[in-house]
């Protein structure tokens, strides 16, 4: 006891004399005031909670570090913590504080009352258009910053968009997130029903495996089931090595429009090239299901949500640990591992003033980003662009060829 007593100290330490440094107020536990319970993880619980210095109602995520190693989580929380503290945007759920004591990592974010995406279905069954349209506009925007910055978030499903106290849509869980670079190709993390196929097979990622993922829940969020349901990745990879999902006219819910279903067709080509999105997420918002949507009015929050927040109520509650688990997490306290594989859960505070600021622009039309191809590649890319010039403003479909993406047109299993 005496040996952890000593390492909480140190770490409390390290914290105060880097506030010292960096002159700014020092951030802990005390810091804030508990409102209540609004969550509870595998090893963590959420609380809503109020800055006592002025006021500011966030989120807590508190963190058994006994938890984080005996589910062998660390990795996932410490790229979590990274990615958010180099992102800051109004559609996803961004980071104020981190910071650790003794037992306890802590995340300080966004607050977002409203539940998850899947919340919302379980309650639902299924979407209407309207509100589907605007939670993948919300998600479109978030996923806009994050490439733009050449993070991927790699695990886009209905249990990573949550809806805040208006109802606009967040991307959050950044814990299998990583810059486009650094993606190892045999690692295949997420959940597979959503994974794109490029990441099953383990081949070179890209982009638009996030929007392959995207395109599985358009496609749940219109129907109340994912469009292919396999129990495995071995079962997903044989069903996609095997078959190319295309969403057929009479497979239309009443009341939609098949621009829908032809948007969740292109994001669901299993070729990535081909895949709507590849050249760019301005083909998203380009492409005809979207016509009239204003993202610029989305982005400043001029659009009205048309989900209501409050249809759903539930009761959080602790689950007790049993006398077995106590003691695997006492003595997994007592441990090397528990003293020391915490070092690189950084201490972060947004309103420290010698933080960059760089991170935190946000402009709304993002500039073209450079993508390293081959010759063959931008082949692709070149006629994807002059195709995409000649848009259609007419809400009449034409024959083109699947994969040849022009604004307004929709594919010819349509027709």
Known sequence: MGNQAKQGQNIKTEIDNENKINNIEKIERNSFNIISLIGVGGFSKVWEVKWKKNGMV????EMSKARIIDSKSLKTILVEREILSRTNHPFIVNLHFSFQDLNHLYLITDLAKGKDVRSHLNYLK???????????????LGLEYLHYHQI????????????????????????LSSPLNKINPKEAPGTHCYMAPETLFHQQPNLSIDYYSLGIVVYELMKGI??????????????????????KRHAVPEGWGIEAADFINR???????????????????????????NFKDLYHFKIKSPIDINCIKCEVKIKQIDKETFKRYSKIMKSNEYKTAFKKFLYFNLYDQNLSRTFLENPHEMPNIKIDVSKDDQNILNMKKKNSENIVQTKTPINVTLGNYTRGKISPEFI
């Not at 292919?228 to 969403?247: D, G, P, V």
């Open 226 to 247: 994912r469009p292919y349901i396999e129990s495995s990745a071995i079962k997903t990879r044989k069903y996609l090595s095997e078959n190319q999902f295309s969403m």
């Open 152 to 175: 991927v978030h790699r695990d886009i499903k209905p249990e990573n968009i949550i809806l805040d106290e208006k109802g606009y849509a967040k991307l959050t869980d950044f814990g």
């Open 126 to 140: 299924k979407m209407n258009e309207e509100q589907t349209k605007f939670i993948i506009g919300c998600t479109i």
């Open 267 to 293: 994001l669901l080509i299993k070729n990535p090239k081909q895949r709507l999105g590849y050249s760019g997420i301005k083909e998203l918002k380009n492409h005809c299901w979207f016509r009239g949507f």
């Open 58 to 61: 966030l989120a807590m995520k």
